[in-house]
């Protein structure tokens, strides 16, 4: 196992990203608070429902744009109030702060180092960040498209253009669907696929391609982690599992192939209504010691499986950027026995971590005077 124990003479190449400071308005359950971090763990502990996750959250959204709890922004706005800010300052980049602000108009603006994005998508790779929540499980064990999720997000973060890439296939496979329906109505009106295909592919095939490209290195370096962890006991394979058969992966391979695939399977998608083939329908598959890991794997092979994609995705921010990636863990140190929080923790000695916890006594590992403790009550926070 080398990049688990990883000298720190290795991450002087690297800049570590570190969130210094946070301002919160009217967030969820937080009315005005300040608060300073530290470089290494900053652990949030509090009993349930004080607001723990809220805080965390309230970083992720500077990251990625959204929650990851929620699809509707305006939930995190106080229920008492009109609108919510959120303010960081980041150490060690060429980001130096972001500002989100949202109010009930369902206006939202985002601010990085003082100007406003027109898109929000634009500020993706502008702070990066790995979250594992509990419901990272349900990346094993829900359909495919959290699979889709957690990879369009890992990847958008990489590369921008990503991201615009797919904003641009969701649109046009969602225009293409009402498409589909009329024709259905009026079969004259086929030739117009060809043409909604063409552009179809065209992005399409862009996605696939980096998705593979994104697969081949995550599943390395996730086998090698999760292998450390079980002691070499457990192997553990992805794969993307392509709607699209292919037999070589360069762009336009990919989009030839896509574009008569989808010519073949043309009288199907209009009987259908419906968009059959491409990056919407994509898998991945996840096997443990040649057994699928959805139906076989236990609980506690699943969360390694998982943390394993975790440490791969901060390697992979790492090596392709150049700066390691702020890391959020809420609740995940109650869920792992002592053996892998001490894996895990060995591992984040180099990253910014924020971790949540019920009670932080009861994890001998995190007793470090350098640590940041807050305690958590009712949307008040206090440093001890
Ligand atoms: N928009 C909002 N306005 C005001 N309060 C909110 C809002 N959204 C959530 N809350 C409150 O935040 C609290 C939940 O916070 P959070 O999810 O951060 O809890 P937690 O400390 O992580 O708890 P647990 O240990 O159970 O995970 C609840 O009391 C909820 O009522
Ligand atoms: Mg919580």
Redesign the pocket.
């Known amino acids: 196992m080398i990049f688990l124990v990883e000298p720190l003479l290795f991450l002087q190449a690297v800049k570590t990203l570190i969130v210094d400071s946070i301002r919160l308005e009217n967030f969820?359950?937080y009315k005005d608070i300040e608060l300073n971090f530290c470089d290494g763990i900053n652990i949030f502990q509090?009993?349930?429902?004080?607001?723990?996750?809220?805080?965390l959250e309230s970083i992720y959204i500077c990251s990625v744009g959204k929650s990851f709890r929620t699809s509707k922004d305006i939930?995190?706005?106080?229920?008492e109030k009109e609108y919510f800010t959120v303010n960081v300052g980041i150490k060690n980049d060429a980001t130096d702060k972001i500002f989100i602000r949202y109010d009930r108009q369902k206006q939202k603006a985002i601010a990085v180092n003082g100007i406003f994005l027109r898109k929000s998508g634009q500020l993706m790779g502008a702070l990066l960040c790995v979250l594992f929540c509990p419901e990272d499980l349900l990346i094993l064990s829900d359909g495919p498209s959290r699979r889709r999720r957690f990879l369009d997000i890992a990847i958008s973060q990489l590369n921008p253009l990503y991201y615009y890439n797919l904003q641009q296939y969701t649109k046009l496979t969602a225009q293409k669907n009402v498409q589909l329906k009329q024709i259905k109505k009026n079969p004259k009106q086929k030739d117009v696929l060809f043409v909604w295909n063409e552009q179809i592919a065209e992005y399409g095939s862009k996605i696939i391609a980096e998705r593979i490209k994104f697969i081949d290195v995550l599943k390395d370096l996730a086998n090698e982690s999760h292998a450390y962890i079980s002691e070499y006991k457990e192997q553990l394979v992805l794969e993307y599992e392509n709607t699209i058969e292919l037999n070589e992966y360069d762009e336009r391979h990919i989009k030839e192939t896509y574009i008569k695939t989808l010519e073949k399977i043309m009288q199907r998608e209009i009987e259908r209504e419906v968009s059959l083939i491409g990056p919407h329908r994509d898998d991945i598959s996840f096997r443990l010691n040649d057994l699928e890991l959805k139906k076989y794997g236990s609980q506690g092979q699943k969360r390694t499986a998982v943390l394993s994609l975790k440490i791969a995705e901060i390697e992979i921010m790492k090596k392709n950027t150049g700066r390691i990636p702020i890391l959020l863990l809420d609740?995940v140190m109650s869920e792992l026995d002592k053996k892998r929080q001490e894996a895990l923790l060995s591992y984040v000695k180099g990253v910014q971590t924020f971790i949540?916890c019920?009670d932080s006594e009861s994890f001998d590992q995190l007793k470090d005077t350098q640590n940041y403790i807050f305690n958590?009550s009712d949307g008040a926070v206090s440093k001890l």
């Open positions: 969820r359950n509090g009993l349930n429902g004080q607001g723990k996750t809220n805080l939930e995190m706005i106080n229920h609740d949540t019920v958590i």
